[in-house]
């Protein structure tokens, strides 16, 4: 059972950086592909980024490439999202969300577990 759970959100100005993290709390994440996705107010969830289970291969969305980068630390069963840069336009609440394999990586419809989110607010 993959249960997830998002931490490190908060409220930051435009710039800085924070790290999230989506913990399994069933310590199986290392099996599982991991995607970031996130929904700002009034907005459809997007995808921002996906890494692989085992070589760990990650992929970005355009708008993030080079500010963002994923990480995963099997022996926590954790992976972080490292958001460096920040702009108001990253505002949006974040959730993790784990699958099996990895094709659709960047598909939300295609993630079967997923944690509860974690608000991130940036000021400008």
């Known amino acids: 059972q993959v249960q997830l759970v998002e931490s490190g959100g908060g409220l930051v100005q435009s710039g800085d950086s924070l790290r999230l993290a989506c913990a399994d709390s069933?310590?199986?994440?290392?099996?599982?592909?991991v995607g970031w996705f996130r929904q700002a107010p009034g907005k459809e969830r997007e995808w921002v980024a996906t890494?692989?289970?085992?070589?760990?291969?990650?992929y970005y969305r355009e708008s993030v490439k080079g500010r963002f980068t994923l990480s995963r630390d099997n022996a926590k069963s954790t992976v972080y999202l490292q958001m460096n840069s920040l702009k108001p336009e990253d505002t949006a609440v974040y959730s993790c969300?784990?699958?099996?394999?990895?094709?659709?990586?960047?598909?939300?419809?295609?993630?079967?577990?997923w944690g509860q989110g974690t608000q991130v607010t940036v000021s400008s």
């Open positions: 069933g310590r199986t994440l290392s099996s599982y592909t």
């Open positions: 890494i692989s289970s085992r070589a760990g291969i990650a």
């Open positions: 969300a784990a699958k099996r394999t990895f094709g659709a990586y960047a598909s939300d419809a295609s993630f079967q577990w």
